[in-house]
Structure formats: structure tokens, C-alpha cells
């Protein structure tokens, strides 16, 4: 049977692999191996399960949790019943889930724990269609029945798939067989950055595309090597990253949270990771911080061997070889500053993927010094989610690297990007006007990101083609640029760059805690609640000497001309921020409508 649907892409890899390691689940304080048949022992019962409850082909079928490897399991589960797996992100108030919900018809929705199903019962008078919940963690409290529909927990979904099985197992041997690339496999609901999200229709020959292209071009990628799958898997970034590992036959490990991650890489010592650029900002502060801490002999022992390992990578980027002399020095400062940090990050790593946001040249080159490749790619939901990518035997920092195997690329007039391929999803699930607006009828989908191609098809950002700054001089202004330069000092966290029809740009600035705590200690502040710190002139100073630098790789009517310290870091909670961690500009201006006002006032 051809491999054209995701369900028969597990089930072959069921098959292939058997005993072999599928997934890592920390349970009780250590990393337990899942072979690849109980891995399909148990999406065999939750797809039966699932029949029973009465899900019948093309049935939407929705996820509400945090990424763990019971995600992965239930989505080959629902696509394995012929049914359409809705990720809805957990951050998600009732009333969002219940709009998603709706929109897409999910029968059925996985929840992670009691907390989710809290919300969903919170909501149930507004979900009409829902029949079912399937609690995924826990037992499902006796304060749940009668108030909404049907629910039960994870073993009693599988116990009722074992109890059917007789029944339902040749309807679930019908479905795997009869589904068909053309067949929606999810509908993914984009995060946005305001209004209800868009439900992005993608097909199984869609994920398929996409993952034929990277095992195409991430060839050093291994059956069983090892990742550590930590970003939010109702995202089409992390979606990719655990369904390679299903296509690539790799082990998946599933990291406890954020917070225990830097813990987690050492336990699992992955052979590559996927991440947003934020991780990549915190890691690059807190060795900066600490070298910064260090006596003067370390400090200078780090900077020399920084400087040894960016000749030596740029050398090794364009294909030359190390003279002896490099080769030595580079070996001194692997030993005595390198393997270090390669230790806190498990060791093994070969190379880091990077995307969902932009990250900044500084910090990419930066830890290519070090000796960790980090590849930037490019894509959205509504491709499945690659256009581009940095290949690990030719990548250009500062690029979002060149076109995917069967991706065509190009630049509009107005410097909007075009992608053009097989992972191009069918368009927005029923807003057929929206959708004509961006998915053309010659197969052009229009981006929305602003960029240009160099002469040898590598591909850079330069910024949204909404968020760019007109002046009120007529200038324009790509403030994602802005905004990476003022990250690329540890003192900032986040940094939101304003100024559109207004004579200059401003700046809104979040300080990095640790730094802040640490610059207090030594001005002798320490006893100085944040919200005070912030507007001390010492603590003022330090940030207009950061602007102060970036402005000085800017054109004149780019520079920062006024900032303002802000008492608190952007958040999920406090609405800033997506669940990928992208800044909602339009929340963050309107909560600080005054003080922006405040900054333009004469």
C-alpha cells in the first residue's frame, strides 16, 4: 500500500521498526523507552476507541494540551480513524476553545488534565456539537458527569478500543486503507496576534511533501538519532518536528516543560533540537552573564577563544580547511570553553533548528563560535510550515537559508515573499474571501513577510509586510531589525520598536530579570523593587548606551530616537505575547497607548 497518508506512514514505521525505540517519557524520575509496537498497540486502541464513540471518517477531532508523547499518540490515533485533528493551544481561555470548537465541529476533544477540563465544562453550553472528552492525564472527577458531554480518561478511551475491537477492527483497517493524500488531515488555527484565529486546511500530501523535502536536504538527520521535542505541538513548527521523527524513524523525547529544559538536555543529550529564537536569546544571555561575572583571566581566556572559533567556522562554512596552527588553538579552546557549554546542552548535538521568528545574526554567529550550528528556516501554517531552510553543509547566517526540494520562491513588486510547492495548504477553512486574498489560482500563496533573494537563492527577511514603519518623513522602517539588534544585548528581554506615520520611531523595553537583579547588586539597588529600578537613572543609562549602539548600524531616519523601560516583561498571561512567543504589536500598543504618546510629546 503507497505511503500517502500520515496513518500509513505510522503504520509502516510500526511494522519496519517493531522493537526498536520510538519515543523517551520521563516518568518517576527516569527516561522510559517506548518501542515502536507498543507505540502502535496503543494508537491502535484509541483509534478504535474512537470509532466506538461514534467518530465516523472526515469527523473533526480536537487537542487541547501541553506537547507530551500522549499529543503524538492520540494525533496518529485520529488520523488513523479517518477522523481531523484540531490543535487548539492550551493558553487558550474557554472562550477561544469553544470558538474553535465550532468552527472546525469537533465531535470529540483530548484534554490534557483537569485544568483543560475545567475550561471545556466551563464552555459546554456553547459547544452544541461536542459529544465527547477524553481526559488525557488523571481521572476524570465524579463533579464532571451530567454537565456536559460524555467523558472519560485516557485508559478507559483504550479500554473501550480493546472491548470493540472484534467489532470496529476491520472498519479501522478500511479507513487506514481508503484515505488519500487529497484528505484533510488537520486544520491548523493560527495563533495571530489579534481577533479569533484562521483555520489553516492542510492535507495529509501536504505533511507528506514537507517531509520528503527535509529528508532530502537533512540528510546528517539519522534513523535513531535522538531530539527533544519542547515547543507547543498545536504549532506547525513542532507539528513538523514530531512527524519527521514518525517519517525519519527517529526517538522522540518529550522535555518535562521550558523550565526543565536546560535539565532535560543533559538526561537526554539530543543529537538536534527545534526551537524558537527566544531559547536561543536566553541561552546566549546567560553565557554572556557569566562570562561577564567571571575573573578578568576568564574573561579574557573566553573572548580569545570566541575569536579563535569564528575563524575557525567561517573557514569551515566556505569549505576550507584549518591551517595547523588554528587547528591547534581550536582544540585548546574546545577543551577549555567550548565543551562546556556543549556539555549543558547534552553534548551531542550536531545542529539546532531555528524558526517561527526571526533570529538575530549576532546570536547565530555566536554560537557557531562556539562550535553549535544553528539553521534558520522559513515557513507558516499555511505551508506546512517550510519554504526555506540553512542546510548544514551550506547556510548563510543572517538568511533564512534557500528554497525547499520542490518549493519555488519569488519577490513580488512590492517586496512581498511567494511560495509556491506541494506543502501549500488548500487555504483557510470556510473563509473563502480570506483565502482568495493570499492563495492565488496559480498556486502563488503570498506571504506577508517582506525579503529579497540573493544571487545564490538564499532567502532574507527584512521584516512583516503590516508591521512595516511608514514615517511621517515617508521613510520606511523594518522594526523586527530594530528589535533583534536591541535583543542582541543581555540587558533586554523584548524590545518593541513604534512609529508608524509619527515623525520618529520609539521604543518599548523589557529588561532581562536575571541582568537586572545582577546591575542592581552592583550599583548597590538591590533593595529597589522592579518597578522603581526601572526608572533609575543608573538603570536608564545602561539601556540608552544599548539604543545608543544600535543606532549606530542604523540609517538616520531608522535610529531610536526616545525608549521607554517598561516595569515588566511581555507574557502569555499578560496577553503580549502568542503561545510561539511572537509579540502581539497591536495589544502591546494599545496597553501602553499613553506612555507612547508620552514618548512623541514636544
Avoid at 517493531?18 to 520521563?26: M, W
Wanted: with cysteine.
Amino acid at each position: 500500500m503507497a505511503v500517502d497518508t500520515l496513518a500509513r506512514l505510522f503504520w509502516e514505521r510500526v511494522e519496519r521498526l517493531g522493537d526498536r525505540p520510538a519515543q523517551l517519557v520521563k516518568a518517576g524520575g527516569a527516561w522510559t523507552p517506548v518501542s515502536w509496537q507498543a507505540l502502535g498497540d496503543e494508537v491502535r486502541e484509541l483509534a478504535l476507541g474512537l470509532i466506538a464513540l461514534g467518530r465516523q471518517r472526515g469527523d473533526a477531532v480536537a487537542l487541547l494540551s501541553q506537547s507530551r508523547a500522549e499529543w503524538v499518540r492520540a494525533d496518529f490515533a485520529i488520523f488513523s480513524a479517518g477522523c481531523v485533528t484540531i490543535p487548539i493551544y492550551p493558553s487558550y481561555p474557554p472562550s477561544e476553545i469553544a470558538y474553535i470548537v465550532n468552527d472546525s465541529g469537533a465531535k470529540t476533544i483530548f484534554v490534557e488534565d483537569a485544568g483543560q477540563l475545567d475550561k471545556v465544562l466551563a464552555a459546554t453550553k456553547e459547544m452544541r456539537g461536542l459529544e465527547s472528552v477524553v481526559l488525557v492525564q488523571g481521572a476524570v472527577p465524579a463533579a464532571a458527569a451530567g454537565r456536559g458531554p460524555r467523558a472519560l480518561d485516557w485508559a478507559g478511551l483504550r479500554g473501550l478500543g480493546r472491548q470493540s475491537r472484534a467489532q470496529h477492527e476491520r472498519t479501522l483497517a478500511e479507513r487506514t486503507a481508503a484515505g488519500s493524500a487529497d484528505d484533510v488531515a488537520t486544520i491548523v488555527y493560527t495563533s495571530g496576534t489579534t481577533g479569533h484565529p484562521k483555520g489553516v486546511v492542510q492535507t495529509h500530501g501536504n505533511h507528506l511533501a514537507a517531509l520528503r523535502a527535509e529528508a532530502e536536504v537533512m540528510t546528517d538527520i539519522k534513523e535513531g538519532d535522538v531530539h527533544l521535542l519542547f515547543l507547543p505541538l498545536a504549532h506547525s513548527f513542532a507539528r513538523l518536528e514530531a512527524l519527521a521523527g514518525v517519517h525519519k524513524g527517529l526517538v522522540t523525547a518529550f522535555a518535562e516543560s521550558l523550565e526543565k529544559l536546560p535539565e532535560n538536555l543533559k538526561e537526554v543529550r539530543p543529537h538536534f533540537i527545534c526551537s524558537v529564537p527566544r531559547v536561543f536569546e536566553k541561552v546566549y544571555a546567560k553565557v554572556l552573564s557569566g562570562v561577564e561575572a567571571a575573573s578578568p583571566a576568564k574573561k579574557r581566556i573566553f573572548y580569545w577563544a570566541l575569536g579563535v572559533g569564528r575563524r575557525a567556522g567561517e573557514r569551515a562554512r566556505t569549505g576550507r580547511s584549518l591551517p595547523v596552527g588554528l587547528k591547534l588553538q581550536h582544540g585548546i579552546a574546545h577543551r577549555l570553553v567550548f565543551s562546556k557549554i556543549h556539555a549543558g546542552l547534552g553534548g551531542r548535538l550536531r545542529f539546532c533548528f531555528s524558526g517561527g521568528a526571526p533570529l538575530a545574526k549576532e546570536i547565530a554567529e555566536f554560537f557557531h563560535a562556539l562550535g553549535i550550528l544553528v539553521l534558520e528556516g522559513y515557513g507558516l501554517t499555511e505551508t506546512c510550515p517550510i519554504l526555506s531552510v540553512n542546510r548544514p553543509t551550506r547556510f548563510k547566517f543572517g538568511t533564512v537559508g534557500q528554497a525547499f526540494p520542490g518549493v519555488e520562491l519569488r519577490i513580488a513588486e512590492d517586496g512581498e515573499i511567494l511560495g509556491r510547492g506541494p506543502n501549500i495548504a488548500k487555504g483557510y477553512y470556510r473563509k473563502p474571501e480570506e483565502t482568495a486574498e493570499v492563495f492565488k489560482p496559480d498556486g502563488w500563496f503570498h506571504t506577508g513577510d517582506i525579503g529579497e533573494i540573493d544571487t545564490e537563492g538564499f532567502l532574507r527577511i527584512t521584516d512583516r509586510k503590516k508591521d512595516l514603519i511608514k514615517t511621517a518623513g515617508g521613510s520606511y522602517v523594518a522594526p523586527q531589525h530594530i528589535e533583534n539588534l536591541l535583543k542582541g544585548d543581555p540587558f533586554v528581554s523584548q524590545a518593541l520598536v513604534y512609529g508608524d506615520r509619527r515623525p520618529y520611531p520609539i521604543a518599548l523595553i523589557t529588561l532581562n530579570p536575571e541582568e537586572l537583579a545582577k546591575f542592581a547588586r552592583n550599583a548597590g539597588l538591590a533593595d529597589k523593587p522592579v518597578a522603581e529600578l526601572v526608572r533609575n537613572p543608573a538603570v536608564s543609562e545602561r539601556v540608552r548606551q544599548i539604543v545608543e549602539r544600535v543606532n549606530g548600524h542604523l540609517a538616520s531616519y531608522a535610529t531610536v530616537k526616545r525608549f521607554a523601560v517598561l516595569p515588566e516583561d511581555f507574557t502569555q498571561e499578560g496577553g503580549e505575547l502568542t503561545p510561539t512567543l511572537k509579540v502581539k504589536r497591536k495589544v502591546v500598543n494599545t496597553k501602553y497607548a499613553d506612555l507612547i504618546e508620552s514618548l512623541y510629546a514636544t
